[in-house]
């Protein structure tokens, strides 16, 4: 099956910094790559996704990276804010199945 | 707001009983999906419906078991529950595509 590696674990930014977490996957049948952002206790949260005939979109302060042939995706945060400190997943979906297969997580603190 | 509801918020048992958790997908949805994440653990998928039929199945106990009704309302039971079963439950609903919207969650804390 599909095997979804998440890093860093930690990111410590200040305020205003990028903010850069990568992820690799392995099945190259994987063709859907979302992000969620989850804070403490709460849903995560669909903050973009890309498709793998794209490779990259931005939404604002925020853009998503993927290289099908090195099998590795990136989300970026520009001008980092507090408020965006929280627990970030990425996750790989083979067509068709619709079932992600989550990497662990990186937790994003943002110091003012 | 996501437009997926669960019920309850947070729930405490002991071990050895049963519970179950409720998730309403949102409007026009017919899958829902089910999850588990453990304390510093990621999300574990457990069990997806569609339309009432089980559609696929992930890393889910034998002694959990999830159905999906006509009105498309899904419902996970836990059964001989274990102190390693506390966790957060999320479901998420989709409708015929890769994009899922996860819902607020059960906190189950069994003592």
């Known amino acids: 099956g599909e095997n979804v590696e998440q890093h860093p674990s930690t990111l410590s930014v200040q305020e205003g910094d990028s903010a850069v977490i990568k992820c690799t996957y392995s099945?190259?049948?994987?063709?859907?790559f979302p992000w969620y952002k989850q804070e403490l206790g709460k849903r995560p949260q669909l903050i973009i996704d890309?498709?793998?005939?794209?490779g990259e979109k931005k939404d604002q302060r925020i853009a998503v990276t993927l290289n099908k042939t090195a099998k590795h995706f990136s989300l970026h945060i520009t001008e980092t804010q507090p408020e965006d400190s929280a627990v970030y997943f990425c996750?790989?979906?083979?067509?068709?199945?619709?079932?992600?297969?989550f990497g662990r997580g990186t937790s994003l603190i943002v110091h003012p | 707001d996501s437009g997926v509801t669960q019920t309850p918020k947070h729930l405490i048992t002991a071990t050895g009983q049963r519970v179950t958790l409720r998730c309403s997908p949102r409007?026009?949805?017919?899958?829902v999906y089910w999850y588990q994440q453990s304390l510093d653990q990621g999300l574990q998928f457990l069990i997806q419906?569609?339309?009432?039929?089980?559609?696929a199945k992930g890393n889910i106990l034998e002694r959990f078991s999830a159905q999906q009704f006509p009105d498309l309302h899904s419902e996970l039971n836990l059964s001989s529950l274990e102190l390693g079963d506390s966790a957060l439950y999320f479901c998420?609903?989709?409708?015929?595509?890769?994009?899922?919207?996860f819902g607020p969650g059960t906190r189950l804390t069994v003592l």
């Open positions: 409007s026009g949805d017919l899958s």
């Open positions: 890309i498709r793998s005939n794209v």
């Open positions: 996750a790989a979906s083979p067509g068709g199945s619709y079932i992600p297969t």
């Open positions: 099945d190259s049948a994987s063709n859907y």
């Open positions: 419906y569609y339309n009432g039929e089980e559609r």
């Open positions: 998420a609903s989709g409708g015929g595509t890769d994009t899922q919207y």
